[in-house]
C-alpha cells in the first residue's frame, strides 16, 4: 500500500457513497440503502463527513514582487515565476490538498 492520507479517504468515500437520499421507515431503518438497524444509516453518516470537509487548499497572491503565495493551511511559498498552476502544482504541498488559485 501506498502511504494513505485522509483526503485518499475521502476520495474513496465519496466514491462508495450512494446518492439517493435514505428514506426511513417507523422503525428509523433505512430502507434506500437496507440498513435494518437503529443507529443512523452509514449512507447518511458519510454524506456528513463529506460536506464538512473542505477538500481544496486556495492559494493567494500576498506579494506580487516575490511571488509569494499564501496557503488557506498557513503556509507560505515563494514561486520562482509564474502562478502554482503554472508551475504545475496540482495539490499543496504543506496539507496536499487539491490546490486552487
Ligand atoms: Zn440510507
Ligand atoms: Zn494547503
Same mark, same amino acid.
Request: hydrophobic letters at 30%.
Given at each position: 500500500?501506498?502511504? &494513505?492520507?485522509? *483526503?485518499? &479517504? ?9 446518492? *439517493? ?9 433505512? +430502507? ?6 437503529? /443507529?443512523?444509516? !452509514?449512507?447518511?453518516?458519510? %454524506?456528513? &463527513? #463529506? %460536506?464538512?470537509?473542505? #477538500?481544496?487548499? %486556495? ?6 514582487? +516575490? *511571488? ?10 515563494? #514561486?520562482? /515565476?509564474?502562478? !502554482?498552476?503554472? *508551475? ?8 496536499? %490538498?487539491? #490546490?486552487? &488559485?
Amino acid at each position: 500500500m501506498e502511504d &494513505i492520507n485522509i *483526503n485518499h &479517504i475521502y476520495a474513496v468515500l465519496e466514491q462508495l457513497i450512494d446518492d *439517493n437520499e435514505c428514506s426511513f421507515d417507523h422503525h428509523g431503518y433505512c +430502507q434506500e440503502h437496507g440498513w435494518m438497524d437503529k /443507529s443512523t444509516c !452509514p449512507h447518511a453518516l458519510a %454524506k456528513e &463527513i #463529506l %460536506k464538512g470537509e473542505n #477538500l481544496t487548499c %486556495k492559494w493567494t497572491l500576498t506579494d506580487d514582487d +516575490q *511571488n509569494l503565495w499564501e496557503t488557506e493551511c498557513d503556509g507560505l511559498f515563494i #514561486l520562482e /515565476s509564474d502562478s !502554482p498552476k503554472e *508551475n504545475k502544482m496540482e495539490f499543496c504541498c504543506y496539507c496536499g %490538498k487539491k #490546490l486552487v &488559485i
